[in-house]
């Protein structure tokens, strides 16, 4: 499966943006889908997930409340709606998806989109 993410930017805090994962070549239906993150000099991050079959979806402590994750089957599209921005979730953003139910293991997912800047200014 093929993954493009989009809906990066550069905002300023408080602000809101919506990230976009769209899969081509299977069905995301059949795929657990997950969000990561990379900050300046940070390791990569779980943010969220979606579950195979759109189950109850999984949150960082970070951003739980904030940020909510769903999908589109019907367009084939994973979404990342970001509330309340912090310049603390500035970051490359990157969806995932994995065969499995569900993870935040990174290692878990074996097709990556290319990222997508998020930039919150104080």
């Known amino acids: 499966v093929q993954l493009q993410a989009s809906g990066g930017g550069l905002v300023q805090a408080g602000a809101s943006l919506r990230l976009s994962c769209a899969a081509s070549?299977?069905?995301?239906?059949?795929?657990?889908v997950g969000w990561f993150r990379r900050g300046p000099g940070k390791e990569r991050e779980f943010v969220a997930v979606?579950?195979?079959?759109?189950?109850?979806?999984r949150y960082a402590e970070s951003v739980k409340g904030r940020f909510t994750i769903s999908r589109d089957n019907a367009e084939n599209t994973v979404f990342l709606q970001m509330d309340s921005l912090k310049p603390e979730d500035t970051a490359v953003y990157y969806c995932?998806?994995?065969?499995?139910?569900?993870?935040?293991?990174?290692?878990?997912?074996?097709?990556w989109g290319q990222g997508t800047q998020v930039t919150v200014s104080s």
């Open positions: 995932a998806a994995s065969s499995m139910y569900s993870s935040r293991d990174s290692a878990d997912f074996g097709f």
């Open positions: 070549g299977r069905t995301f239906r059949n795929y657990a």
């Open positions: 979606s579950p195979r079959g759109g189950g109850r979806a």
